[in-house]
Each structure stands twice: as C-alpha cells, then as structure tokens.
C-alpha cells in the first residue's frame, strides 16, 4: 500500500524557518517524481514545488521562489521542504504528493502537515 | 502561468442528478495534461481524472472527463451521497503547475 506521511509542521514566527519531510513507503519512491502541495485555511488548492525522481528537474511557484528548497533522498524514501523567510500567507496544510513522472498528475497524496506562521 | 478558472462556485444538488462541472484555461493546456480532484473535509485530495478524460484507478464510471485545449468539463452522472464535496482541476503540462479555485457540489 502507497503511504505518504508528511511530518515538521508546527508553529513559527514570521521570518524564521521550517523544514517539512515526507516519508514514503509502499512503492519504488525512486521511480516517481514529487510535490509539495498547500492548501490555506479557507481557500483552495495551490502547487508550491516539485522534483522529479533524479533530482535533476525543480521547479517553484512564484509565491516561494527564493525562499524554498525541496529536496529528496532516494536512499531514504524522504521527500524535504526547507522553508526560510516565512510569513503569515505560508500558513497552511502542506501535503505531499506523488506523480508517476514530473509532467504527470497526482495520484497518491499524504495526510499533510500543518504549519502556522504567527508571532 | 496558466490560470484556471471553474464554474460554478457552488453547485448545489439532490442525490441522483447530474452535475456538470467547468474549467476553463487561460491558454491552451499542452496534451490536454488536465486533472480533476476530489477533496472532502479533513481528507486529502483524491485524483478522478487524468489526461482530461482517463478515469484514475477505481474511480467509478460515473465520473467522466472531457474537453481539450482550454475547456475541460467534469460530468458526475447520478449523483450519490459521498459525492458531495470539493472539486479541482488541475494543469500539469506546463510549470508552475496550476489548480483551479474549486466547485463545491453540496446536497440541495
């Protein structure tokens, strides 16, 4: 069974960072591109990066450029996002999720983390 | 980027009717890479549909998808309870990828 178990939400001031992490299991993690997806409170569904399974395909929406790094470690089966210079709009629940190749959809997601950003 | 818009903003329903739901792209979507999700409260998103018209791996057939270059449709025929929920599209043929603002299909 495909498990994807994100973990490192929690609380932080605005300005500081955050490191999220996705465990993956259930499947060849090294054969699949990933995504980290956020949803705000009240609002829809936003893409904030992906990588593709050799890391050599990232990508950012234009709203984290700059400020996040996604990574992942096939060894592990973990898939990382490093947020830096956070703020209150990066408040949301962040889900991983898996694409059978970069250019592809999402078709096994986790139950997300939830990060608040707020003094 | 690529901007989704859908409509309605709320759809509301009785179980057993149709819904029809739309997504319209700012520019044409490259090999129609378009995707619908389900999302219900408290659950993460559930893939329906990919490619515009496939149905993902056990999704029921009365979820079908149809539509090219930048008008999509989202057809729920027979509408049953644990269909009531939030509705996405998504483009994946060009980054940044982009999702729509969603259609709620809630119970009349």
């Known amino acids: 069974e495909v498990q994807l178990v994100e973990s490192g939400g929690g609380l932080v001031q605005p300005g500081r960072s955050l490191r999220l992490s996705c465990a993956a299991s259930g499947f060849s993690f090294d054969d699949y591109a990933m995504h980290w997806v956020r949803r705000a409170p009240g609002k829809g569904l936003e893409w904030v990066s992906g990588?593709?399974?050799?890391?050599?395909?990232?990508m950012y929406a234009s709203s984290v450029k700059g400020r996040f790094t996604i990574s992942r470690d096939n060894a592990e089966n973990s898939l990382y996002l490093e947020m830096n210079s956070l703020r209150a709009e990066d408040t949301a629940l962040y889900y991983c999720?898996?694409?059978?190749?970069?250019?592809?959809?999402?078709?096994?997601w986790g139950q997300g983390t939830l990060v608040t950003v707020s003094s | 980027e690529i901007v989704l818009t859908q409509s309605p903003g709320t759809l509301s329903l009785s179980p057993g009717e149709s819904a029809a739901l739309s997504c319209r792209a700012s520019?044409?979507?490259?090999?129609?890479?378009l995707a619908w999700y389900q999302q219900k409260p408290g659950q993460a998103p559930r893939l329906l549909i990919y490619g515009a018209s496939s149905r993902a791996t056990g999704i029921p057939d009365r979820f079908s998808g149809s539509g090219s270059g930048t008008d999509f449709t989202l057809t729920i025929s027979r509408l049953e309870p644990e269909d009531f929920a939030v509705y996405y599209c998504q483009q994946y043929g060009s980054s940044p990828f982009t999702f729509g603002p969603g259609t709620k299909v809630d119970i009349k």
């Open positions: 520019q044409s979507v490259r090999s129609n890479f």
């Open positions: 999720a898996r694409g059978r190749g970069y250019f592809d959809s999402f078709d096994s």
């Open positions: 990588i593709s399974w050799n890391s050599g395909y990232i």
